[in-house]
């Protein structure tokens, strides 16, 4: 199976930025895709990022043009450079990974809380 620990969230205020990382440890080699979701208060959790093993990446229109996932495959970690953050930017964000281990399953970290004040 694979872990995933988030770091390098917290409070930053409006237009400000932030980079959040996610670590990930044991079978790496099943990983195919990963990504970033949020959760806010009272809010249905959505994706905020995506990027494939060859580097495809999708963004959510909220974020298009603030954020940027990357993934640096040899560390095994991925990030999202959050750049003009806005209040409503505010959650928890979580790291998944789509894995194959002969099948398919997926593996979330415990989450990292980004909170934008106005």
């Known amino acids: 199976q694979v872990q995933l620990v988030e770091s390098g969230g917290g409070l930053v205020q409006t237009g400000g930025s932030l980079r959040i990382s996610c670590a990930a440890s044991?079978?790496?080699?099943?990983?195919?895709?990963m990504g970033w979701y949020r959760q806010a208060p009272e809010k249905e959790g959505e994706m905020v990022a995506l990027i494939t093993n060859g580097g495809g990446t999708k963004y959510a229109d909220s974020v298009k043009g603030r954020f940027t996932i990357s993934r640096d495959n040899a560390k095994s970690t991925l990030y999202l450079q959050m750049n003009s953050l806005k209040p409503e930017d505010t959650a928890v964000y979580y790291c998944n990974a789509d894995l194959w281990l002969g099948y398919s399953a997926s593996s979330w970290g415990q989450g990292t809380q980004v909170t934008v004040s106005s």
């Open positions: 044991g079978t790496v080699s099943a990983i195919n895709a």
